[in-house]
């Protein structure tokens, strides 16, 4: 018998071998892979692996925090604003499966869910149960502000972030917390120097880079991708709120500082002043919310807050600031049917518009409406005697959220330099002898009104 050539009997070998492992890739990429996408995608129709693994993490954590009696709600940005556009549709549409994974397979690196503090306790087993579905975890304590106040800087510790990780996606769960001003407020996210700063692309998150306030929203149970999730009702209103969210805790510990070297006035007529203001500030708040009109604190309500957490009790008034361009003609009416009189009116919409109002007592509301230039900001100020007209100049500025005598109100995110501008450097030092005309350093001569306007731009009540 002819012998055979080993060489040759070793290359067919190998052939057949690379041919059945080649048939064995080919029958698992396209059989066993399209069994298991049906799985996983549930019929929805192609997608990708990364798409399907998405909507695979987003099942998973639903499952998850249904089998621990956890509610959260979807806030998402990225999947509430393919959401938005087709809520009609949503609210209206039956259970029946869909037919492609619309949103929770949009490419991302997170979905984010948010979660009442109060409606959960039972950590640790969710921690257990997540662990033993594949997640992995990451827990992000930080300091509890509501804690925090003139006789005590708390340094306890609450969860504020929770991250759970499958594959090559994350859930990440916000806590929201309910503060006194009967809204809800997240905190930020900070790693500790112990942590993984590569568990996932932290600077990625939509939630965390600062803390964040909102209203309570009206929630909807919905179906979405064929699973059943909160959302909140009205997606838009709530991603408008997403962009306008940044909040600022009152400096209890500067404030502290302050009344060390400048101790507070606890005289009776101080309290009863703070009561009034308090009382009138949360009435001009309701009224000027219920219109629809954005203001802040300005002037010496917002030094106030600034410098000391509290109301200047020899101010003897509540500042509040509004841009011109929120101007409704339904303001005085509203301020009056609220019970609050129109004291003066100074100037008018084209020009150095400000209103006052008569509270209780001889603690009077005044109203500054702000003009913006391409540098900078102003509002205008008239002494009704002479019919001068003066200018006050503000750097440009945006507006955060804070906690003001249990109300959630707006101030000037760059409070520092709104306050440094109105009172100069030394704003920290008490100034009780105050000429509006000449005292601030921000100050400027604006000319005269012309005396025929007088009857319309100097009212006086």
């Given at each position: 018998?002819?012998?055979?050539?080993?060489?040759?009997?070793?290359?067919?070998?190998?052939?057949?071998?690379?041919?059945?492992?080649?048939?064995?890739?080919?029958?698992?990429?396209?059989?066993?892979?399209?069994?298991?996408?049906?799985?996983?995608?549930?019929?929805?129709?192609?997608?990708?692996?990364?798409?399907?693994?998405?909507?695979?993490?987003?099942?998973?954590?639903?499952?998850?925090?249904?089998?621990?009696?956890?509610?959260?709600?979807?806030?998402?940005?990225?999947?509430?604003?393919?959401?938005?556009?087709?809520?009609?549709?949503?609210?209206?549409?039956?259970?029946?499966?869909?037919?492609?994974?619309?949103?929770?397979?949009?490419?991302?690196?997170?979905?984010?869910?948010?979660?009442?503090?109060?409606?959960?306790?039972?950590?640790?087993?969710?921690?257990?149960?997540?662990?033993?579905?594949?997640?992995?975890?990451?827990?992000?304590?930080?300091?509890?502000?509501?804690?925090?106040?003139?006789?005590?800087?708390?340094?306890?510790?609450?969860?504020?972030?929770?991250?759970?990780?499958?594959?090559?996606?994350?859930?990440?769960?916000?806590?929201?917390?309910?503060?006194?001003?009967?809204?809800?407020?997240?905190?930020?996210?900070?790693?500790?120097?112990?942590?993984?700063?590569?568990?996932?692309?932290?600077?990625?998150?939509?939630?965390?880079?600062?803390?964040?306030?909102?209203?309570?929203?009206?929630?909807?149970?919905?179906?979405?991708?064929?699973?059943?999730?909160?959302?909140?009702?009205?997606?838009?209103?709530?991603?408008?709120?997403?962009?306008?969210?940044?909040?600022?805790?009152?400096?209890?510990?500067?404030?502290?500082?302050?009344?060390?070297?400048?101790?507070?006035?606890?005289?009776?007529?101080?309290?009863?002043?703070?009561?009034?203001?308090?009382?009138?500030?949360?009435?001009?708040?309701?009224?000027?919310?219920n219109l629809g009109v954005k203001f802040w604190l300005s002037s010496g309500t917002c030094l106030g807050w600034y410098r000391q957490c509290n109301i200047i009790p020899y101010s003897k008034d509540v500042?509040?600031?509004?841009?011109?361009?929120?101007?409704?003609?339904?303001?005085?009416?509203?301020?009056?049917?609220?019970?609050?009189?129109?004291?003066?009116?100074?100037?008018?919409?084209?020009?150095?518009?400000?209103?006052?109002?008569?509270?209780?007592?001889?603690?009077?509301?005044?109203?500054?409406?702000?003009?913006?230039?391409?540098?900078?900001?102003?509002?205008?100020?008239?002494?009704?005697?002479?019919?001068?007209?003066?200018?006050?100049?503000?750097?440009?500025?945006?507006?955060?959220?804070?906690?003001?005598?249990?109300?959630?109100?707006?101030?000037?995110?760059?409070?520092?330099?709104?306050?440094?501008?109105?009172?100069?450097?030394?704003?920290?030092?008490?100034?009780?002898?105050?000429?509006?005309?000449?005292?601030?350093?921000?100050?400027?001569?604006?000319?005269?009104?012309?005396?025929?306007?007088?009857?319309?731009?100097?009212?006086?009540?």
């Amino acid at each position: 018998m002819q012998k055979i050539n080993r060489n040759v009997v070793l290359a067919l070998l190998t052939a057949a071998s690379l041919v059945f492992l080649l048939f064995q890739l080919s029958y698992y990429r396209f059989y066993l892979s399209q069994k298991n996408a049906a799985v996983f995608s549930k019929g929805r129709g192609s997608q990708s692996g990364q798409d399907s693994t998405r909507w695979h993490v987003v099942r998973k954590f639903l499952g998850l925090i249904s089998s621990q009696n956890i509610p959260v709600y979807l806030i998402d940005p990225l999947v509430l604003g393919l959401i938005d556009k087709d809520i009609e549709q949503i609210r209206s549409s039956s259970d029946g499966p869909s037919p492609e994974c619309k949103y929770f397979c949009a490419p991302r690196d997170f979905t984010t869910f948010a979660l009442l503090d109060k409606t959960w306790k039972h950590e640790m087993d969710l921690f257990r149960t997540a662990e033993k579905m594949g997640f992995q975890w990451l827990k992000i304590l930080n300091k509890d502000p509501r804690l925090d106040g003139m006789d005590d800087l708390s340094g306890t510790e609450i969860p504020l972030h929770y991250i759970f990780k499958l594959a090559s996606h994350a859930i990440h769960l916000v806590v929201f917390y309910e503060r006194s001003g009967h809204y809800l407020w997240h905190g930020p996210l900070r790693l500790k120097q112990h942590m993984d700063r590569k568990f996932v692309p932290f600077r990625k998150l939509h939630f965390g880079r600062y803390p964040g306030a909102y209203e309570k929203p009206e929630l909807l149970l919905a179906s979405i991708d064929d699973l059943k999730v909160q959302i909140p009702k009205n997606p838009s209103s709530f991603l408008e709120e997403i962009s306008h969210s940044r909040f600022l805790e009152c400096r209890y510990r500067e404030a502290r500082a302050f009344f060390q070297l400048y101790p507070d006035d606890a005289s009776l007529d101080a309290v009863e002043f703070r009561k009034k203001a308090k009382s009138l500030l949360h009435l001009a708040a309701l009224t000027l919310n219920n219109l629809g009109v954005k203001f802040w604190l300005s002037s010496g309500t917002c030094l106030g807050w600034y410098r000391q957490c509290n109301i200047i009790p020899y101010s003897k008034d509540v500042d509040l600031g509004v841009f011109i361009r929120d101007y409704k003609a339904d303001i005085i009416p509203a301020f009056q049917k609220a019970g609050l009189p129109l004291k003066h009116k100074f100037g008018k919409v084209e020009d150095s518009l400000e209103l006052s109002f008569q509270g209780e007592g001889d603690i009077k509301l005044d109203i500054f409406f702000f003009y913006e230039e391409d540098d900078h900001i102003w509002n205008g100020g008239t002494q009704a005697k002479s019919g001068k007209k003066f200018k006050y100049l503000f750097p440009k500025f945006t507006l955060c959220w804070t906690e003001f005598v249990e109300l959630k109100i707006h101030v000037p995110c760059e409070t520092l330099q709104y306050v440094e501008a109105n009172y100069g450097p030394d704003w920290r030092v008490p100034v009780k002898m105050w000429d509006w005309k000449s005292s601030p350093s921000n100050v400027q001569d604006n000319g005269v009104w012309p005396v025929d306007e007088w009857d319309d731009v100097i009212q006086i009540y």
